[in-house]
Every structure is written in C-alpha cells, then in structure tokens.
C-alpha cells in the first residue's frame, strides 16, 4: 500500500479539550470543549458548515494578531467574548472566543461564515 503524503499535519494534543496557544493573548491557551458541545445543538447541515471552517478557525488563533471585537456577555458579566474576522479564499469568517474574567481562561465558542 503507498500512503498519500498531506500537507496538513496533524492536530497536536491528547483529549478533546485540548488546546491551541494564541498569538494575539500572547501565546496563551484557547481550550476547545466548548466548541464541540455547541457543535452538537446545531443541525447537521450547520456542523458541516462550521466544521469546514475548523482548520482555518485554527490558524486565525494561533496566527492573527489583529485586535478582535470584543464585548462583555450581557448575560453573565464575568465573562468577554472575542471576534475575530478571517478570510479563507472565497469565505469571510467570524472565530468567536470566550474569556472567563476570574480564571483568564479562554474558550474557542464557534466559527461561522458570514454571508
């Protein structure tokens, strides 16, 4: 059998909740488990969508350095939500992450087209 060599590598770490250090919060870490449980309360149409969108929602975190929107959650003020604008070639995309204001732990929420 010959395998077929990808240009992509693999995504590094051990359990779902792993992590991602970003480039914009100085090199700190995006942890992921609440992106696949928002995933599931979408259609399968929508996962599809947003799932296609994974890889590049990726290298925004870890590469961009531009200041995001942000604003405080105005259901739970201890907590800021990040928006981060990417540009696949033919897709404008939204990268949504949340900060805990007393952990400084942050959180990759979603990852949607814009239309």
Not at 34 to 46: A, G, I, T, V, Y
Not at 62 to 80: C, F, G, H, V, Y
Not at 85 to 93: D, E, M, N, P, V
Request: charged share 30%; proline share 4%.
């Amino acid at each position: 059998m010959i395998p077929y060599k990808t240009k992509s590598q693999e995504i590094p770490g051990t359990n779902l909740g792993e992590t991602y250090r970003s480039a914009y919060f100085k090199k700190e870490k995006i942890f992921f488990d609440f992106f696949w449980n928002h995933l599931k309360q979408k259609s399968p149409k929508e996962r599809f969508k947003r799932l296609k969108l994974f890889k590049s929602a990726i290298e925004v975190i870890k590469n961009s350095r531009n200041k995001p929107e942000t604003k405080t959650n105005p259901n739970k003020k201890t907590e800021i939500f990040y928006r981060f604008a990417g540009l696949t070639k033919s897709q404008l995309f939204i990268v949504q992450i949340k900060e805990n204001k007393r952990s400084k732990n942050k959180y990759l929420m979603s990852c949607f087209s814009i239309k």
